[in-house]
């Protein structure tokens, strides 16, 4: 089993501290687990070359190259972000934005049907649920095939205040996701939303007369 995490914050705080309760319970050696964070991509700038030209002409590319190979390559993807003003961290923003071209609106890579995506995110109070729904939302339209969602209201600002009772709370769930991960890896398949969302944009890529980067590659991967 392959894992790339992407954290959405650079600090080891309990957004962090959640995510590793959840990797070292997958069934993989650690070799095998590539982990990565958005804080030093520089912002879209909106030029569209990658949608309209192909992705390596993103100013940003060697920013961002690593990390999209390593998603690319894995089984499972993991995205973790603190709540910040009721959303996810502006990096992590920043980092699905340079992966607007793998839309499924546009060139969504083949192997996302296949993986296992896990949104994770903490918050003091109230948010997390919506953010870790936002993240999960990014790769419904990367064509994720399963996506887990684990939202944790912590109380603190930090890790080593979090309360025992909570840490306990954030172990089970961690052990839950995990185990259906472990189980449901090899057989991941996209849902009926999924597949629905999948043959409109065959429709429409079909009759596609003003982006041949797009309808090229729909064509290159024999989906229409
Ligand atoms: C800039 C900023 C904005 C925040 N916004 C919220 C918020 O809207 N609601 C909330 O309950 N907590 C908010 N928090 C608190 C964090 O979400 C919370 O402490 C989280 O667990 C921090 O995770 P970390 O330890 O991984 O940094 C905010 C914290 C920061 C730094």
């Known amino acids: 089993m392959k894992v790339a995490v ?7 705080g309990s957004t962090y501290h959640i995510t590793k309760l959840l990797v ?9 687990v590539k ?5 030093d991509i520089s912002d879209c700038i909106g030029c569209f070359q ?10 940003h590319r060697s920013q961002t190259e690593e990390i999209i190979k390593a998603i690319e390559e894995a089984d499972i993807i993991i995205f973790d972000s603190p709540n910040y003003v009721m959303n996810m961290s502006g990096q992590l923003k920043t980092f699905f934005d340079h992966m607007a071209y793998r839309w499924i ?15 994770i995110s903490t918050t003091a109070g109230a948010g997390a649920g919506r953010v870790t729904k936002l993240i999960s939302s990014q790769m419904f339209w990367w064509s994720v095939g399963k996506t887990y969602k684990i939202p944790m209201a912590v109380a ?13 709370k954030a172990e089970k769930k961690t052990t839950k996701v995990a185990n259906a991960i472990n189980k449901k890896y090899r057989y991941v398949k996209p849902g009926i939303k999924a597949r629905f969302m999948f043959n409109l944009m065959k429709n429409m890529q079909k009759s ?14 024999g989906w229409i």
């Not at 992407?6 to 080891?12: E, V, Y």
């Not at 609106?105 to 949104?119: C, E, L, N, T």
């Not at 603190?156 to 306990?168: E, F, H, L, S």
Request: with cysteine.
């Open 105 to 119: 609106s546009h060139r969504p890579h083949p192997s996302m049907r296949r993986k296992i995506g896990v949104a």
């Open 50 to 59: 990658c949608i309209i030209k192909g992705e390596e002409n993103c100013p």
């Open 156 to 168: 603190a600002m930090n890790w080593g205040t979090v309360k025992d009772k909570i840490k306990i």
């Open 24 to 32: 070292d319970k997958l069934d993989c050696a650690k070799e095998d």
């Open 35 to 39: 982990e990565f964070c958005a804080n």
């Open 208 to 221: 596609n007369d003003y982006n041949p980067v797009d309808s090229n590659y729909w064509k290159e991967q």
């Open 6 to 12: 992407l954290h959405g914050q650079k600090h080891k």
